[in-house]
């Protein structure tokens, strides 16, 4: 299974249907992959607070349109990374959208956790209740977005849910870089489990962002690593390798806290 990152650079000064445009063209480009993966916000920025008003849409919005054409022209799963969705009540999310070779909207994802510490996305935006996986025909993917990473419990409930590899959009500053590296390793190692994390490059609101988006194995090991700038990652995943990781050390099935009973099929 082939998988392309695509770590866009958001710049403040370019125009949100400019660089939907753009990100088309780049998920074009992938064609032959099969799935290709954006990152979280990347058509306003995830700190741009003070665009979250005007640039929220719906699920199937612009963004959605776009998106979908491109998925459907390159034939891949797209994860179109993460929108300012508004509620038709008003309440607005960080939502992330997974569509379907054929460009159909195959999965939505209302990000959990709200980074900000009473301010920023916690105040703004309301917090997602559902866990999501999407079963691709090589394996399930689980979603997450961006500070979910800090929280295992959240993984832990995709693997109960089949997930053999986490889709990881974000927007994560770049002074945090180094905790991102090991979040995404640890989400990988704890879960045996693919980790693909795809971060923004450049800076928007004044925030840096760390780039280095990364795809990491089940045992661990960062598979492909980019820079801090705009850059796009493609990577051949061995779908089995989450199934034999499992097998051949099988740590999951010792779990005792946060399950009914120890599994052993």
Known sequence: MRASLIQIAVDPDESVDSRRRRAASLVRAQH?????????????????????????ESPTGPTYEAMAKAASDAGVWLHAG???ERDPDGTLYNTSLVLS?????????RKIHRFGFDKGEAVMM?????????????LTLGLATCYDLRFPELFRGLVDAGA????VPAGWPAR???HWTLLARARAVENQAYVLACGTAGTHAGVEQAGHSMVV?????VLAEAGPG?????????VTKVLTTREQFPVLKDRVLGVAAPRRD
Do not use: H, N
């Open 101 to 109: 070779p054929t460009g159909e909207l195959a999965a939505t994802y």
């Open 164 to 167: 053999q590899a986490f889709v």
């Open 217 to 221: 194995d089940p045992w661990g090991e």
């Open 82 to 84: 993460s929108v300012v």
């Open 32 to 56: 032959g992959a099969d799935l290709v993966v954006l990152p979280e916000l990347w058509p306003v920025g995830a700190f741009a607070y003070q665009s979250f008003e005007d640039e929220a």
């Open 126 to 138: 309301g917090a997602g209740e559902s866990l999501v996986t999407v079963p691709l025909p090589e």
């Open 230 to 238: 705009e850059e796009v990652l493609s990577v051949e995943l061995d």
């Open 176 to 178: 945090r870089r180094e």
